[in-house]
């Protein structure tokens, strides 16, 4: 089992910058793939970015590509997503979750280890 805590959201005005947080604790954290997601209001939640287990390997949405960076610590058992450029469709709650690869979480993950998640709200 992980638990997985989010942190980091906000308001920010459009154009604006806001760095999220996952940190992550139980199973071996570094042995997983991570990953974003976001849901908003009325919506269904959607894939955002992942990162495999080493760090190397990068997968991003297209709507958030170029803006969004995500990245992790594994000395910390923490990933992180920077955010630049926010849209205010970049509105939603933010999740992380843990998964065996890159493909599992951009089809949404098996797993269910979701955060409680955090809120950003970008005005325009």
């Known amino acids: 089992q992980v638990q997985l805590v989010e942190s980091g959201g906000g308001l920010v005005q459009a154009g604006g910058s806001l760095r999220l947080s996952c940190a992550a604790s139980g199973r071996t954290f570094s042995n997983y793939a991570m990953g974003w997601f976001r849901q908003a209001p009325g919506k269904e939640r959607e894939f955002v970015a992942a990162?495999?287990?080493?760090?190397?390997?990068?997968y991003y949405a297209a709507s958030v590509k170029g803006r969004f960076t995500i990245s992790r610590d594994n000395a910390k058992n923490t990933v992180y997503l920077q955010m630049n450029s926010l849209k205010p469709e970049d509105t939603a709650v933010y999740y992380c979750?843990?998964?065996?690869?890159?493909?599992?979480?951009?089809?949404?993950?098996?797993?269910?280890?979701w955060g409680q998640g955090t809120q950003v709200t970008v005005s325009s």
């Open positions: 979750n843990a998964d065996d690869t890159i493909a599992s979480l951009s089809r949404g993950g098996k797993y269910d280890y």
């Open positions: 990162i495999s287990w080493s760090g190397t390997g990068t």
